[in-house]
């Protein structure tokens, strides 16, 4: 445990190749454990070796699916590699909509051309127009359950949410490939 810990310490302190050398130590005795492989994974993203980092991130999801691993995949693909991460950035929102993980689903599906149909609530709207307003909503964990709008109307929150997380589970397809798919539990 100590070397994750050094691990951790050497990663935020952007001291990569120590912090290889303690994960490694760590994943030596410890390569049951998804949280070993997962921050080997970051380390890599910092140092910009996106491919190895996803590797070890998928060693990661094979012991525990994690939204914050599917999440570091899809931001690599979409971000570094030219690639599709659609899929795995809809597979951690599902978890929490109105999360900063959402939001950068809303925006890479839009730049894709990836809109839900049928416009059932204000944050589906929000997400067909890139997810800007989800970002805003993101950090209000303790919200109200009616939030009061500027024009003076009530918006209720845990319904949106609600009627979010339906549409996107209703139009998985837009999402997912179909091997990702056979493996979702929806």
């Not at 290889?20 to 890599?44: A, C, Q, T, V, W």
């Not at 209720?156 to 998985?172: A, R």
């Amino acid at each position: 445990q100590l070397n994750l810990i050094q691990a951790y310490i050497h990663w935020i302190s952007r001291e990569y190749e120590s912090a290889l050398n303690f994960i490694n130590s760590f994943i030596h005795y410890k390569n049951d454990e998804e949280i070993g492989f997962y921050l080997k994974g970051r380390i890599y993203e910092g140092m910009n070796e996106f491919e190895k980092a996803i590797e070890n991130y998928n060693i990661s999801l094979s012991l525990k699916t994690t939204s914050k691993t599917l999440y570091r995949i899809g931001i690599i693909k979409e971000e570094h590699l030219n690639e599709n991460g659609i899929s795995e950035l809809y597979q951690a929102s599902l978890s929490n909509v109105i999360s900063h993980c959402c939001g950068r689903l809303a925006q890479y599906a839009v730049k894709r051309g990836i809109i839900l149909p049928e416009p059932i609530s204000s944050f589906v709207y929000c997400f067909n127009n890139g997810g800007t307003l989800l970002f805003a909503f993101a950090p209000l964990y303790n919200t109200p359950t009616i939030l009061k709008l500027e024009n003076g109307n009530g918006l209720n929150y845990l319904e949106e949410k609600s009627k979010l997380l339906k549409s996107l589970v209703k139009n998985k397809k837009l999402f997912l490939t179909k091997s990702n798919m056979l493996n979702h539990p929806f």
